[in-house]
């Protein structure tokens, strides 16, 4: 069984990004669990959008394990 950043390693290598896109695209995704309040698959596919990333590119299974890489007390924080 793959770890979590095995596991979202593998997504990225699979959607063809370039090393610049990749960093930027983490970077994105990385600023949206900092600064969303309501965060959901739904809002983060949204704001990866409106960036220019393309249409629905997380899917619930890629959210659920990028959730799980982010420390517990910045999820407890959000959740407040």
Do not use: C
């Not at 950043?5 to 983490?26: C, M, R, Y």
């Amino acid at each position: 069984m793959k770890t979590v950043p095995q596991a979202v390693s593998s997504w990225l290598e699979n959607k063809d990004f370039s090393p610049e896109e990749t960093h930027g695209l983490i970077m994105d995704i990385h600023q949206y669990f900092e600064m969303e309040k309501q965060q959901s698959l739904q809002n983060l596919n949204r704001e990866l959008e409106s960036l220019g990333w393309g249409i629905h590119l997380v899917d619930r299974g890629t959210y659920e394990k990028l959730n799980t890489l982010r420390s517990p007390s910045v999820q407890h924080r959000r959740r407040s």
